[in-house]
């Protein structure tokens, strides 16, 4: 079995913020026990309403922002730790590419000085072949090479965001976190961008971690999808087998929802989303959807469900096997072997 480029196991990130006039301080719960992994050439897709922890978690996972405990592991090196040259090869081998392509990139620099400061920090290349390097690396995201000594408010939305692919490509990374890259951008230039990735992954073999609020573009992009709820992964499993039939009542509700897919991947009308998410200040006990599931019992209010294998794919529910689309008892019990 080959191991994972990046694996994340029982991640947490809570953060304490000020006392206000009440005096007293308060955590907010942003991640809550998650575990992902993702492997050489694939695509996760992490989706889910905002304020779920997506953003967050991609931080975590490029060691922007230091988790409160978990561990997080490059080829199966711990990284919590990292220092010195261990911790640059880290930064050289996980990129990230932010949402915003006319806040990513500074409007003092040109695209040649964005682009080389990675190729000079990690000494890939020597100084005289610098210029030609990024020549190359704006071919391969589509611009040209007279695009090297523009400045960002010279180009458009898509420019800038192929810039800043072409930024992370530049120190050859084995991941690039995509933080919804083309949400910024318009419908027209969002297909360029996602098949500019697509093509890269085919040529070198990069993994993707790909935030997204699109379900129909992540369902066409993605090997695998995790469903985050209030910083909990509540469903995980490859692109396939997800589009057969959901099981947690989040994710149909969340697919149905979107005006592209409009029904549930089992084929019904699920259930429209009540209500607006809990506060990460004070999550609900038990199951954390519960407060917006039309299906809660006293249990789901009582036990915390724990992320279980299920019909192939990673579930968060007490009830799981229930949303099973025409499955025999037989054909439920072997479903979870």
């Not at 490509?169 to 084995?174: Q, Y």
Request: hydrophobic residues 40%; charged residues 20%; aromatic residues 4%.
């Amino acid at each position: 079995m080959n191991m994972p480029v990046l694996s994340a196991t029982g991640l947490v990130k809570e953060y304490n913020i000020g006392s206000g006039w009440s005096g007293q301080r308060r955590t907010v719960y942003a991640l809550s026990g998650v575990n992902l992994s993702v492997d050489a050439g694939e695509t996760l897709s992490i989706v889910g309403e905002s304020g779920c922890g997506k953003s967050t978690l991609a931080r975590c996972l490029t060691s922007l922002v230091a988790p409160t405990a978990g561990d997080i592991r490059l080829d199966g090196a711990a990284t919590g730790e990292l220092r010195g040259r261990d911790a640059q090869r880290f930064r050289r081998a996980v990129q990230i590419v932010f949402q915003d392509p006319y806040a990513s990139l500074n409007p003092r620099r040109t695209v040649g000085q964005s682009i080389g400061d990675g190729l000079r920090l990690h000494n890939i290349c020597p100084r005289a072949e610098r210029r030609d390097r990024i020549g190359d690396l704006l071919i391969k995201v589509g611009l040209s090479p007279d695009h090297i000594d523009r400045y960002p408010h010279e180009l458009s939305g898509g420019q800038r965001q192929r810039v800043a692919i072409a930024r992370a490509l530049a120190v050859e990374p084995r991941l690039i976190v995509c933080d919804e890259p083309v949400s910024a951008l318009d419908v027209s230039v969002q297909a360029q961008i996602i098949n500019l990735l697509n093509d890269l992954q085919a040529s070198l073999g990069v993994a993707y971690i790909f935030i997204s609020h699109n379900l129909s573009l992540v369902r066409h992009i993605s090997n695998r999808i995790a469903v985050m709820y209030l910083g909990q992964v509540v469903e995980m499993g490859d692109t396939h087998t997800l589009d057969a039939a959901l099981l947690h009542p989040y994710s149909r509700a969340l697919f149905s929802a979107s005006p592209e897919i409009g029904r549930d991947r089992n084929g019904a009308r699920a259930e429209p989303l009540s209500g607006d998410v809990p506060s990460p200040l004070a999550p609900p006990s038990g199951c954390r959807f519960r407060t917006r599931c039309p299906f809660a019992t006293e249990r789901c209010a009582a036990e915390p469900p724990q992320l279980r294998r299920v019909a192939g794919r990673e579930v968060r529910c007490h009830y799981a096997e229930s949303m099973l689309p025409s499955m025999t008892t037989n054909a439920r019990t072997a479903a979870n072997l």
